[in-house]
């Protein structure tokens, strides 16, 4: 049976705040392990009112501190606008108080302009996705004896470095993943489109065949990532799929909301023709409905895809409605 994990966004629901959003975001990862999910990551997002999730490595380190045995990863840490230096000392702080239970995984988002430019004000240098990952590499394990900052140490210098993994959603990043030997995440949820099945099974197929072992990984690991509504009914399923609906829109680079949408507010919502088409595309994004229903959708994915794992992102209005969709799916799939 397929592993379950999942990718947590710390969502403010209405009527909450964002220090209330962080502790239910505590408390879904201490459910998560209880009913037996194997890793749970946090999203990084900037300038989004209604997440609080703005630095993944620093509710990792609360989560890591709150958990016992659930791996606590990034889903991702967004490499263009970070030192590789300075992810690889944090992800090592992070695994020497946790040994064994820490996941870097990147991607190369850049964001809206405003936030890269807020990031990135002072930075002369064009930026190099692989070659970033592959200085966080050395600067986790050893840096090659001709590298440019050879002299540099990531410290501590412990013997131990977190699993890496590669946020993806195209067959370009899946050989890099499998060229330099890291774990490979493909997100179903990044963009609507109708043929991400396709794109996916060959994204995760190049990957498995091309991979390389490394210090980070013996052999090729998959994850794949869809945004999910589920309940024990139908329409109330669906009912949670109209807030993601309405989220989804994105309006104003996902500024017009001060709060993730409940499904009162959703229904108020006047959509243009336009709007509904976009409604329409998304939902190539979601796996929606009823619990058994989903769990066979999921299934479906994971064989299509040869995915080791599923990294369930439940996008739905109220922690109780999150935590019932866990528990749900850890009765399918969990033994």
């Not at 490499?79 to 992810?87: C, G, N, Q, T």
């Not at 050893?142 to 140490?153: N, Q």
Request: aromatic share 8%.
């Amino acid at each position: 049976m397929v592993d379950l994990g999942i990718l947590d966004y710390a969502q403010i629901n209405e009527g909450k705040t964002p220090s209330q959003a962080l502790e239910e975001t505590v408390s879904l990862a201490r459910y998560s392990e209880e009913l037996g999910y194997k890793r749970f990551w946090v999203a990084e997002h900037h300038n989004v009112p209604a997440f609080a999730s703005s630095s993944p490595e620093v509710i990792m380190m609360h989560l890591l501190d709150k958990t016992r045995e659930i791996r606590i990863g990034s889903g991702g840490v967004m490499l263009p606008h970070y030192s590789p230096l300075k992810v690889a000392e944090n992800f090592k702080i992070l695994e020497a108080f946790h040994p064994g239970r820490v996941d870097l995984g990147v991607g190369n988002t850049e964001g809206t302009k405003l936030v890269y430019d807020a990031l990135n004000e002072r930075k002369t240098v064009d930026f190099d996705y692989e070659a970033a990952i592959k200085d966080i590499q050395g600067y986790l394990t050893s840096l090659p004896e001709d590298h440019r900052h050879k002299r540099v140490t990531a410290n501590p210098n412990i013997d131990r470095a977190p699993q890496m993994w590669v946020l993806s959603s195209s067959v370009k990043s899946a050989r890099m993943a499998a060229r330099l030997g890291l774990g490979y995440a493909f997100g179903i949820f990044p963009y609507p489109r109708n043929n991400r099945m396709e794109v996916g099974k060959e994204a995760c197929q190049v990957y498995r065949e091309e991979f390389q072992p490394s210090a980070f990984l013996k052999e090729p690991q998959v994850t794949v990532a869809p945004f999910l509504t589920v309940a024990e009914d139908q329409d109330l399923a669906l009912a949670y799929a109209e807030a993601l609906d309405l989220w989804l829109l994105g309006k104003d680079n996902f500024g017009d909301l001060d709060h993730f949408p409940s499904v009162k507010t959703a229904r108020q919502y006047d959509y243009s023709k336009g709007e509904a088409k976009i409604v329409e595309r998304n939902r190539t994004r979601m796996v929606v409905g009823e619990v058994n229903e989903v769990a066979d959708q999921l299934q479906d994915i994971a064989q299509t895809m040869q995915a080791d794992e599923l990294l369930l992102i439940p996008l739905m209005p109220s922690i109780e409605a999150r935590k019932e969709a866990l528990k749900l799916l850890a009765d399918k799939f969990i033994s």
